[in-house]
């Protein structure tokens, strides 16, 4: 009997081994690595959100057993303290079918005052109360009595995840904090996308930047995808999802949930947050031209802010604001970069199932996009070039 249990133990831990293997696994393309290249500006050197200078991400991925997928993902805007030297910001709402704690107080103050983390849907208040601990436990924290924790959340528990379990820890939380890089970031079934499923296959955790053409302000986008669940995926305007003619979950059930994004938008131009604002809206174009369309239980939601310096906040502890710094481009000055987010925005999403990995879990199998298939119904419509 202990023999069986103990081959049970090491084939479950094998198992979980493969997954992580493959869940951190980063040889599958990205879209430019298939010749897909989304707008006309150009991507920054890493094509991802930390060409915004200063911007880090953390995962910490949770495979384990035969049934948690999942994990958490948080984005440093800069590397001082937050909360004594805080970021303008501010939200946009496709579909407020979701978890967002900290929103109410951005949309009311302009300001981001903690690192951001994404995570699954009933975990978003642990990650809540960890990460405020963290910031508390900051040196030069010890008078402060209130802080304003962001965590946003996509729903993992309809096909992969054991959702009910609350897997998530304390530990958890804590290694996203601080196994943070500035550089490559890893794309799919990592982080807060562990879990995810997105257009009926494998979604997951995608990024991607854009440069202005005169070279002088850089927009960086991720995305936790987790959406589109009755939705057509479209590629550079070509019905993949419908070519397919099928869907990468086994097995096939009607999922309860419509599914959720995320999308955070980093900026090194100096901006307000009532021009994040707008910056965030268009993020949700860039969902719009993948074939999201907001559906009633999708959590469809863009947060933006600014790192540049002259855009700061600046507190004292334990007093209110000291001075407001107003330095900030002209709405005039914007179009290009709505325009970098759009593109950008919908590259993170492409990035984001190109880069995942097949995996199962609690419920369900759910594969990744085949690589080879999409490829070719995209040099049928020529969307892409045919292979030489």
């Not at 995320?262 to 100096?270: E, M, R, S």
Request: hydrophobic letters at 45%; one cysteine or more; glycine letters at 10%.
């Amino acid at each position: 009997m202990m023999h069986s249990r103990a081959a049970r133990l090491a084939a479950v831990a094998l198992l979980s081994l493969l997954f992580c293997n493959l869940a951190h696994g980063q040889d599958r393309p990205r879209a430019r690595d298939l010749g897909i290249r989304v707008g006309t500006f150009d991507p920054g050197q890493l094509n991802a959100i930390t060409d915004v200078a200063g911007v880090r991400v953390g995962h910490a991925t949770l495979i384990r057993g035969d049934s948690v997928r999942t994990g958490v993902t948080v984005i440093f805007p800069h590397a001082g303290n937050l909360f004594e030297s805080r970021v303008p910001a501010a939200v946009a709402v496709g579909n407020g079918f979701g978890k967002f704690i900290g929103s109410s107080q951005i949309q009311e103050l302009g300001e981001l005052e903690t690192p951001i983390a994404l995570t699954n849907t009933l975990c978003v208040w642990r990650v809540a109360e960890v990460l405020a601990c963290w910031m508390l436990d900051q040196h030069g924290m010890e008078n402060v009595r209130s802080i304003n924790p962001v965590v946003a959340e996509t729903n993992d528990g309809w096909a992969l995840n054991a959702i009910r379990s609350f897997p998530v820890t304390r530990s958890d939380v804590l290694q996203a904090l601080t196994a943070t890089t500035d550089q490559n970031v890893a794309e799919g079934a990592v982080g807060a996308g562990t879990g995810t499923v997105a257009f009926q296959w494998k979604g997951g955790i995608g990024t991607s930047s854009r440069v202005d053409p005169a070279g002088q302000w850089t927009v960086g986008v991720l995305v936790q995808s987790n959406f589109g669940s009755w939705q057509d995926l479209l590629i550079e305007g070509v019905p993949v999802g419908r070519e397919l003619g099928r869907g990468g979950v086994h097995p096939n059930a009607a999922r309860e949930s419509d599914g959720s994004i995320i999308v955070v938008v980093a900026t090194d131009a100096p901006l307000s947050d009532r021009n994040l604002r707008r910056l965030a809206a268009r993020a949700l174009l860039g969902v719009g031209r993948t074939g999201g369309y907001a559906a009633n239980g999708s959590g469809d939601y863009a947060i933006a802010f600014s790192t540049h310096a002259a855009v700061r906040r600046t507190a004292v502890r334990g007093a209110m604001p000291d001075t407001l710094r107003t330095a900030e481009l002209g709405n005039a000055n914007l179009n290009k970069l709505f325009n970098a987010t759009v593109d950008a925005t919908v590259e993170a999403i492409y990035n984001s199932l190109f880069r995942a990995q097949t995996l199962s879990g609690a419920h369900a199998t759910v594969e990744a996009l085949p690589i080879e298939q999409v490829q070719k119904i995209l040099q049928n419509h020529g969307a892409i070039e045919h292979s030489r």
